[in-house]
């Protein structure tokens, strides 16, 4: 059972939008600890997609974005690409357990 | 640019004990911006922080692994470790190990090696 929870599973059509949302509690996302995004791709390790609730490292498309707000977080990926599908995973800090906290993770399918 | 390379024994026998390394290249381990962790992910499952350590020696864990757990630096080779006791095969996953900011508040982990897989198995 992960700290920050996340749907198993979103879909979406190329070209179209998709949002992940990522849920916490007052101590994590709710504390004012910011949340993180990773995309991991099939066999390969993760990779930072947006840090500090919205923002994108160097190389990331700007159709990926981050919200943050009370206790959750949202990514949204836009005009949707194949090589977009993978695994998302949220990333917060967790002050009650003293340590980082990752949600279960998305996999997201392009139809 | 910074590159993390884990290395480790693959197969590990239950109630032995793990050791796993990773080497830092393309950046210093001695920076006061970052911290170096382990995160685990079992097959087909998510991730999971395991620990983390700063250069000069302060260590944080994962409070449902912390008996079993430890995490050491050696600067002068530029590499980290972790010690996994009494291994069960729960313990078989993909252990990766990446760098994360100090800043709890607002950085995440910016870098990661490829992983490696350690199953725990007679």
């Known amino acids: 059972q992960s700290v920050l929870t996340q749907p198993p599973s979103v879909s979406g059509a190329p070209g179209q939008r998709v949002t992940i949302s990522c849920t916490g509690s007052?101590?994590?996302?709710?504390?004012?600890?910011?949340v993180h995004w990773y995309q991991q791709l099939p066999g390969t390790g993760p990779k930072l997609l947006i840090y500090?609730?919205?923002n994108r490292p160097s190389g990331v498309p700007d159709r990926f974005s981050g919200s943050k707000s009370g206790t959750s977080a949202s990514l949204a990926i836009t005009g949707l690409q194949g090589e977009d599908e993978a695994d998302y995973y949220c990333?917060?800090?967790?002050?009650?357990?003293?340590?980082?906290?990752f949600g279960g993770g998305t996999k997201l399918t392009v139809l | 640019q910074l590159q993390l390379q884990e290395s480790g024994p693959g197969l590990v026998k239950p109630s032995e004990s793990l050791s796993l390394t990773c080497a830092v290249s393309g950046g210093s381990i001695s920076s006061n911006d970052y911290y170096w962790g382990w995160v685990r992910q079992p097959p087909g499952k998510g991730l999971e922080w395991i620990a983390t350590?700063?250069?000069?020696?302060?260590?944080y864990y994962n409070p449902s692994l912390k008996s079993r757990i430890a995490i050491s630096v050696d600067t002068s080779k530029s590499q980290f470790s972790l010690k996994l006791n009494s291994v069960t095969a729960a313990d078989t996953a993909v252990y990766f190990c990446?760098?994360?900011?100090?800043?709890?508040?607002?950085?995440?982990?910016?870098?990661w090696g490829q992983g490696t897989l350690v199953t725990v198995s007679s």
């Open positions: 500090g609730n919205n």
């Open positions: 990446a760098r994360h900011g100090v800043d709890i508040v607002t950085q995440g982990f910016d870098s």
């Open positions: 007052s101590s994590n996302i709710g504390a004012g600890y910011n």
């Open positions: 990333q917060s800090y967790d002050g009650r357990l003293g340590g980082w906290v």
């Open positions: 350590i700063y250069y000069r020696g302060a260590t």
